[in-house]
C-alpha cells in the first residue's frame, strides 16, 4: 500500500525558514517524480514544486522560485521542501505527491508574527 | 500560465442523479509527446484530494466506472452517474501539460 507521510509543519515567523519532509513507503520511490501541492486555509490546490525521478530536474511556480528548494533522498525514500524567507501568502497545508496519483494527508505550515 | 476555468462553481444533485462538470484551458494541453495531461481530483471535507481520472478519460484504480472523462484540446468534462453521497465534496481539474501546472477553481458538489 502507498503511503506518504508529510511532517515539518507548524507556526513560524515571516522571514524565517522551515523544512518539510515527506516519508513513502509502499512503492519504489526512484521510480516516480514526486511533487509539493498547497492549499491556503478554504481555498483551492496551487501546485508548488516538482523533481525528477533523480533530483536532477526541479521546477517551481514563479511566486517560490529562489524560496523554496525542492530535494529527494531515493535512499531514504523521502522527499523535502526548503522553505526561506517565508511569508504570510505561504500559509497552506502541504501536500506532497506521487506524479499526482497519490497523495500524503499534510502538514500545516502557518506564517505569522 | 495556463487558465483552467471550471463551472459550475456549485453544484447542487439528487442522489442517484447524474451531473457533469466543466474545464476550459486558456491552450492547448496537448503536450508535445502526443498525450493530454489533465486529470480529475475529489477532495472530501477533511481529507485530501483524491486521483478519480488521468490524462482526459482513464480511470484510476479502484474508481468506479459511473466516473467518465472526456474532451480534447482545451475543453474537458467529467461525469458522474448515479450519484452516492460518498462522492459529494469539492472536484478540481488539473493540467500538467505546461508548467507551472495549474488546477481549476473547484466545483462542489453537494445535495440539493
Known amino acids: 500500500e502507498v503511503q506518504l507521510a508529510e511532517s515539518g509543519g507548524g507556526l513560524v515567523q515571516p522571514g524565517r525558514s522551515l523544512k518539510l519532509s515527506c516519508a513513502a513507503s509502499g512503492f519504489t520511490f526512484s521510480d516516480y517524480y514526486m511533487a509539493w501541492v498547497r492549499q491556503a486555509p478554504t481555498k483551492g490546490l496551487e501546485w508548488v514544486a516538482s523533481?525528477?525521478?533523480?533530483?536532477?530536474?526541479?521546477y517551481y511556480r514563479d511566486s517560490v522560485k529562489g524560496r523554496f528548494t525542492i530535494s529527494r533522498d531515493n535512499a531514504k525514500s523521502s522527499l523535502y521542501l526548503q522553505m526561506d524567507s517565508l511569508r504570510s501568502e505561504d500559509t497552506a497545508t502541504y501536500y506532497c505527491t506521487t506524479d499526482l496519483a497519490y497523495w500524503g494527508q499534510g502538514t500545516l505550515v502557518t506564517v505569522s508574527s | 500560465d495556463v487558465l483552467m476555468t471550471q463551472t459550475p462553481v456549485s453544484l447542487p444533485v439528487s442522489l442517484g442523479g447524474q451531473v457533469s462538470i466543466s474545464c476550459r484551458s486558456s491552450q492547448s494541453l496537448v503536450h508535445s509527446d502526443g498525450n493530454t495531461y489533465l486529470h480529475w481530483y475529489l477532495q472530501k471535507p477533511g481529507q485530501s484530494p483524491q486521483l478519480l481520472i488521468y490524462?482526459?478519460?482513464n480511470r484510476f484504480s479502484g474508481v468506479p466506472d459511473r466516473f467518465s472523462g472526456s474532451g480534447s484540446g482545451t475543453d474537458f468534462t467529467l461525469k458522474i452517474s448515479r450519484v452516492e453521497p460518498e462522492d459529494l465534496g469539492v472536484y478540481y481539474c488539473?493540467?500538467?501539460?505546461?508548467?507551472?501546472?495549474?488546477f481549476g477553481g473547484g466545483t462542489k458538489l453537494e445535495l440539493k
Open positions: 488539473l493540467q500538467s501539460t505546461h508548467f507551472p501546472w495549474t
Open positions: 490524462r482526459v478519460s
Open positions: 523533481i525528477s525521478y533523480d533530483g536532477g530536474s526541479t
